[in-house]
């Protein structure tokens, strides 16, 4: 399933199994794993371009921000 993932959501899935195993395991228990990543992706993608294209931050450093903000906070994933 991963390899099949974009970039973006791979790394979000793979900070979550470090951060959240249980979790991770709970939403692929529940099916709910992809629709979360999804959500989760989607979400990073939309600040990466607020900060990229808006605010005219350079690509790495928007990219650290957003994977704090939607990629490190996998506690609370909308399902």
Known sequence: MQSTLPLTSRLILK???NEAPQMV??????????????QA????????????????????????IAMNEWGSSPSQPAT
Request: hydrophobic content about 45%; aromatic content about 8%.
């Open 15 to 17: 900070r979550w199994k």
């Open 25 to 38: 395991a709970d939403l692929e228990a529940s099916d709910q794993l992809l629709p979360a990543l999804d």
């Open 41 to 64: 992706n989607e979400r990073l993608i939309d600040l990466l371009y607020q900060l990229t294209m808006v605010q005219k931050m350079e690509y790495q450093a928007a990219l650290e």
